[in-house]
Protein backbone atom coordinates (compact mmCIF):
# COMPACT_ATOMS: atom_id res chain seq x y z
CA UNK A 1 0.00 0.00 0.00
CA UNK A 2 1.29 3.81 -0.86
CA UNK A 3 1.97 6.22 1.90
CA UNK A 4 -1.07 8.04 2.32
CA UNK A 5 -3.63 6.11 1.37
CA UNK A 6 -6.18 4.25 3.16
CA UNK A 7 -7.93 0.82 2.04
CA UNK A 8 -11.38 0.33 3.94
CA UNK A 9 -12.84 -2.47 3.36
CA UNK A 10 -16.38 -2.10 2.34
CA UNK A 11 -19.19 -3.94 4.08
CA UNK A 12 -22.08 -5.60 2.86
CA UNK A 13 -25.12 -6.87 4.47
CA UNK A 14 -26.30 -10.32 3.87
CA UNK A 15 -29.97 -11.42 5.20
CA UNK A 16 -30.77 -15.11 6.39
CA UNK A 17 -34.43 -15.74 6.63
CA UNK A 18 -35.61 -16.73 10.40
CA UNK A 19 -37.51 -19.87 9.41
CA UNK A 20 -36.41 -23.27 9.31
CA UNK A 21 -32.42 -23.99 9.69
CA UNK A 22 -31.49 -20.64 8.04
CA UNK A 23 -30.81 -18.99 11.59
CA UNK A 24 -28.20 -22.31 11.80
CA UNK A 25 -26.91 -21.39 8.09
CA UNK A 26 -26.47 -17.50 9.17
CA UNK A 27 -24.50 -18.58 12.50
CA UNK A 28 -22.34 -20.82 10.16
CA UNK A 29 -21.65 -18.56 7.43
CA UNK A 30 -20.85 -15.61 10.33
CA UNK A 31 -18.07 -17.87 11.27
CA UNK A 32 -16.99 -18.97 8.06
CA UNK A 33 -17.13 -15.11 5.69
CA UNK A 34 -13.81 -13.89 6.68
CA UNK A 35 -12.21 -17.08 5.20
CA UNK A 36 -14.89 -17.37 2.33
CA UNK A 37 -14.96 -13.49 1.57
CA UNK A 38 -12.10 -12.35 2.74
CA UNK A 39 -12.86 -9.58 0.49
CA UNK A 40 -15.67 -7.69 2.58
CA UNK A 41 -16.73 -7.33 5.80
CA UNK A 42 -19.89 -9.09 5.91
CA UNK A 43 -22.82 -7.77 8.28
CA UNK A 44 -25.19 -10.92 8.72
CA UNK A 45 -28.74 -10.40 9.70
CA UNK A 46 -31.77 -12.74 10.59
CA UNK A 47 -35.12 -11.64 9.46
CA UNK A 48 -37.97 -12.44 8.10
CA UNK A 49 -37.08 -12.31 4.15
CA UNK A 50 -40.15 -12.51 1.67
CA UNK A 51 -38.33 -14.51 -0.85
CA UNK A 52 -35.69 -16.42 -0.66
CA UNK A 53 -33.78 -17.79 2.21
CA UNK A 54 -30.73 -15.84 1.50
CA UNK A 55 -30.44 -12.39 0.05
CA UNK A 56 -28.00 -9.58 -0.66
CA UNK A 57 -27.92 -6.60 -2.73
CA UNK A 58 -24.71 -5.50 -4.20
CA UNK A 59 -24.25 -2.89 -7.02
CA UNK A 60 -27.80 -1.76 -7.68
CA UNK A 61 -28.66 -5.78 -8.12
CA UNK A 62 -30.35 -8.48 -5.87
CA UNK A 63 -29.09 -12.07 -5.60
CA UNK A 64 -31.23 -14.50 -3.66
CA UNK A 65 -30.47 -18.65 -2.40
CA UNK A 66 -33.10 -20.67 -1.79
CA UNK A 67 -31.74 -23.85 0.32
CA UNK A 68 -33.54 -27.12 -0.13
CA UNK A 69 -32.17 -30.45 2.17
CA UNK A 70 -32.84 -33.63 0.71
CA UNK A 71 -32.16 -35.08 4.59
CA UNK A 72 -35.40 -33.80 5.54
CA UNK A 73 -37.34 -34.09 2.18
CA UNK A 74 -37.48 -30.41 1.96
CA UNK A 75 -37.36 -30.84 -1.48
CA UNK A 76 -39.57 -33.54 -2.21
CA UNK A 77 -42.29 -31.71 0.28
CA UNK A 78 -41.98 -28.27 -1.54
CA UNK A 79 -42.20 -29.63 -5.24
CA UNK A 80 -44.73 -32.71 -4.79
CA UNK A 81 -46.99 -31.86 -2.02
CA UNK A 82 -46.13 -28.43 -1.75
CA UNK A 83 -48.68 -27.59 -4.94
CA UNK A 84 -46.10 -26.14 -6.82
CA UNK A 85 -44.42 -24.63 -3.72
CA UNK A 86 -40.53 -24.54 -5.22
CA UNK A 87 -42.02 -23.14 -8.90
CA UNK A 88 -43.32 -20.51 -7.47
CA UNK A 89 -40.38 -19.32 -5.10
CA UNK A 90 -37.94 -19.68 -7.67
CA UNK A 91 -40.51 -18.10 -10.07
CA UNK A 92 -40.42 -15.09 -7.36
CA UNK A 93 -37.16 -15.26 -7.37
CA UNK A 94 -36.47 -14.80 -10.95
CA UNK A 95 -38.40 -11.95 -10.99
CA UNK A 96 -36.74 -10.11 -8.18
CA UNK A 97 -33.19 -11.21 -8.80
CA UNK A 98 -30.30 -10.89 -11.16
CA UNK A 99 -29.14 -14.11 -9.86
CA UNK A 100 -31.16 -16.98 -8.31
CA UNK A 101 -29.37 -20.07 -6.72
CA UNK A 102 -30.63 -23.24 -5.66
CA UNK A 103 -28.58 -25.19 -3.11
CA UNK A 104 -29.74 -28.96 -2.93
CA UNK A 105 -28.36 -29.79 0.31
CA UNK A 106 -27.82 -33.87 1.22
CA UNK A 107 -25.76 -36.33 0.05
CA UNK A 108 -27.28 -39.00 -2.10
CA UNK A 109 -26.62 -41.82 -4.26
CA UNK A 110 -28.75 -43.64 -7.23
CA UNK A 111 -29.56 -47.29 -5.65
CA UNK A 112 -30.15 -50.47 -7.88
CA UNK A 113 -33.53 -49.99 -8.27
CA UNK A 114 -33.29 -46.47 -9.60
CA UNK A 115 -34.00 -44.06 -6.45
CA UNK A 116 -32.24 -41.75 -4.32
CA UNK A 117 -30.49 -42.97 -1.51
CA UNK A 118 -28.40 -42.13 1.58
CA UNK A 119 -25.17 -42.93 0.75
CA UNK A 120 -24.32 -43.76 4.87
CA UNK A 121 -27.98 -44.91 6.07
CA UNK A 122 -28.35 -46.88 2.70
CA UNK A 123 -32.06 -45.16 3.69
CA UNK A 124 -34.40 -44.11 0.42
CA UNK A 125 -34.37 -39.99 0.37
CA UNK A 126 -38.33 -39.52 0.00
CA UNK A 127 -39.03 -42.09 -2.60
CA UNK A 128 -37.67 -39.78 -5.16
CA UNK A 129 -36.71 -41.84 -8.27
CA UNK A 130 -33.29 -40.39 -10.23
CA UNK A 131 -34.69 -39.67 -13.51
CA UNK A 132 -37.90 -37.41 -11.13
CA UNK A 133 -35.12 -35.90 -9.70
CA UNK A 134 -32.81 -34.95 -12.48
CA UNK A 135 -35.85 -34.09 -14.79
CA UNK A 136 -37.01 -31.54 -11.41
CA UNK A 137 -33.28 -30.41 -11.56
CA UNK A 138 -33.47 -29.58 -15.88
CA UNK A 139 -36.57 -27.89 -15.52
CA UNK A 140 -34.82 -25.88 -13.03
CA UNK A 141 -31.68 -25.19 -14.61
CA UNK A 142 -33.80 -24.26 -18.05
CA UNK A 143 -35.84 -21.83 -16.18
CA UNK A 144 -32.76 -19.94 -15.38
CA UNK A 145 -32.42 -20.67 -11.84
CA UNK A 146 -28.58 -22.04 -10.81
CA UNK A 147 -28.15 -25.07 -9.11
CA UNK A 148 -25.73 -25.71 -6.36
CA UNK A 149 -24.67 -29.32 -4.64
CA UNK A 150 -23.71 -28.96 -1.13
CA UNK A 151 -23.43 -32.04 1.34
CA UNK A 152 -24.40 -30.08 4.84
CA UNK A 153 -24.84 -26.73 6.24
CA UNK A 154 -21.37 -26.09 6.22
CA UNK A 155 -20.71 -26.31 2.49
CA UNK A 156 -24.01 -24.21 2.25
CA UNK A 157 -22.33 -21.79 4.27
CA UNK A 158 -19.26 -21.76 2.72
CA UNK A 159 -20.98 -21.41 -0.47
CA UNK A 160 -23.07 -18.43 0.00
CA UNK A 161 -19.51 -16.31 1.06
CA UNK A 162 -18.23 -17.48 -2.58
CA UNK A 163 -21.02 -16.21 -3.91
CA UNK A 164 -21.21 -13.21 -2.47
CA UNK A 165 -17.31 -12.61 -3.13
CA UNK A 166 -17.79 -13.37 -6.95
CA UNK A 167 -21.19 -11.14 -7.23
CA UNK A 168 -19.28 -7.87 -5.36
CA UNK A 169 -16.82 -8.42 -8.28
CA UNK A 170 -13.58 -8.80 -6.25
CA UNK A 171 -13.18 -12.89 -6.69
CA UNK A 172 -9.47 -13.66 -8.23
CA UNK A 173 -11.27 -16.83 -9.39
CA UNK A 174 -12.26 -15.84 -12.43
CA UNK A 175 -10.19 -12.96 -13.31
Known amino acids: MAPGKLVVASSISVAFDDRGNEPDLALAAFELFPKSCPERKIEVTVQRLATGDVCWDTGGNRYLIERKSLVTN ?22 EAKLAILVVEGMWVRSRMGYLMDPVSGEGIGGMLWAQFDGILWR ?10 SKDLRETAWAVGRAVAMTTGESKWLS
Open 74 to 95: DFETSFWYGKGRLGRQLNRMLT
Open 140 to 149: IRMAGVQVYF
